[in-house]
């Protein structure tokens, strides 16, 4: 409720519940003491003679519906233009749609709707004396309105699924009739349907399937199934099937020798190159506690890590290894490789027997030597679980004698 006074607003009031407004501008004869405030009453009273009977100051007081004004129809009779655009497939074109659906708005500011649409009515002002002008507005704002959504790569056919950017949209190309203006608000924004003109929709089917193409997977099963497909219309050839099947040869020699099998090949390889390189395998040893380790030393028993064993190194008495005949730190010879057992007489056997005297074999403890690096323990007869050197177990093909 506003309360207008001489055509200017003097008063606003938009709670529920009584409201008293006395701003005494009138003086009446049931107020104040008699003597000089009757005098000052008869002579107002006198003046409203000269304004044929009525009070020369206009009051007037003014109610307004700020409830939601629902079911406006509305329709583009001409295609509105719209960009259609999606950056995966490097598609940018316009096309024309057309839509149809219902709004909704209220009155958000009756101080400005009075002001500049409905001021000093003197009966009621309907909505009916405004809606073909609003509509008319509606629809011219829909264009930027679709500028908006097409800037967030929305396809037509999702305009009707995002209402609440559509309404934002059009509150924002409206903001200066509508709000600044008129106090008016877009509430509720209801689309029937969005539709196309039947070449552009193709259009843009067409440029979906094209860019499928891109992936030489795609491409290579794509023409699979029309190879299929043509031997199928080759067999049925009424001309004889070898008539199609030569037909459909030149055909493919036509396409440049492009064939599914180098297009899948191609697909492959963008895989491979796309998919992550594997990490580095840790440089790690295995120590003769048994822990794997990755650094110079075991955390477990401290023991350092082995030097790498070259070929052909071996281990002097000295402690020093070798790769020679003699060692470089003493210059003993490198122990010669007996690889069986040695008899009394001097001859070294491999087999039960001495092949010279025919001794047997003596049965004594067995000693052992790396058969990797040729690291021999300090007592043969009870070697280590593992090699300190290379880490591999003793077993019994470490046994010497």
């Given at each position: ?47 409203r ?9 206009d ?5 307004f519906?700020?409830k ?29 749609v057309?839509?149809?659906g ?17 001021g000093?009515v003197?009966?009621?002002y ?31 056919n999702?305009?009707?699924?995002h209402n ?66 043509a ?44 998919a ?108 280590p ?7 591999d ?9």
């Amino acid at each position: 409720m506003i309360i207008v006074e001489q055509g200017k607003v003097v008063e606003v009031c938009a709670e529920p519940g009584e409201f008293t407004y006395d701003t005494s501008s009138e003086p009446s004869i049931f107020s104040g003491p008699l003597g000089e405030g009757i005098k000052k009453t008869f002579a107002t009273v006198g003046k409203r003679f000269t304004y044929g009977g009525d009070t020369a100051k206009d009051q007037r007081i003014y109610y307004f519906n700020t409830k939601e004004l629902i079911d406006n129809k509305f329709g583009t009779p001409n295609p509105i233009p719209f960009r259609v655009v999606d950056s995966k497939i490097g598609l940018d074109v316009d096309v024309s749609v057309r839509c149809s659906g219902v709004y909704s708005y209220k009155i958000a500011d009756p101080l400005l709707f009075y002001t500049n649409v409905c001021g000093n009515v003197e009966q009621e002002y309907t909505r009916d004396e405004l809606d073909g002008q609003l509509k008319t507005e509606f629809i011219s704002a829909l264009q930027p309105a679709f500028g908006r959504l097409s800037d967030l790569e929305m396809r037509p056919n999702q305009i009707v699924t995002h209402n609440t950017e559509l309404e934002e949209a059009m509150n924002s190309a409206l903001s200066a009739k509508w709000g600044e203006l008129r106090g008016l608000k877009v509430v509720s924004i209801a689309l029937g349907s969005v539709t196309l003109p039947e070449e552009d929709a193709e259009m843009i089917k067409q440029a979906q399937r094209t860019a499928i193409m891109k992936d030489p997977t795609m491409a290579a099963a794509t023409l699979v199934g029309a190879q299929a497909d043509a031997m199928k219309a080759a067999a049925s050839n009424e001309a004889g099937a070898m008539t199609g099947f030569m037909g459909m040869g030149m055909a493919m020699n036509a396409g440049g020798g492009m064939n599914a099998q180098n297009l899948f090949a191609m697909g492959q390889q963008q895989q491979q190159q796309a998919a992550p390189a594997p990490a580095a395998a840790a440089d790690g040893w295995k120590c003769s506690c048994g822990a794997t380790v990755s650094g110079k030393f075991c955390p477990n028993c401290g023991t350092k890590k082995p030097e790498p064993v070259q070929a052909g190194a071996w281990k002097c008495k000295c402690g020093a290894t070798a790769t020679g005949k003699f060692c470089p730190e003493c210059g003993s010879p490198k122990p010669a490789d007996t690889d069986g057992w040695q008899c009394s007489c001097g001859t070294v056997n491999k087999g039960k027997f001495c092949s010279n005297c025919g001794t047997k074999k003596p049965a004594g403890v067995p000693q052992y030597r790396c058969d990797k690096c040729g690291w021999e323990p300090e007592d043969p007869k009870n070697p280590p679980k593992f090699c300190p050197e290379c880490g591999d177990p003793f077993d019994d093909g470490d046994i010497t004698n």
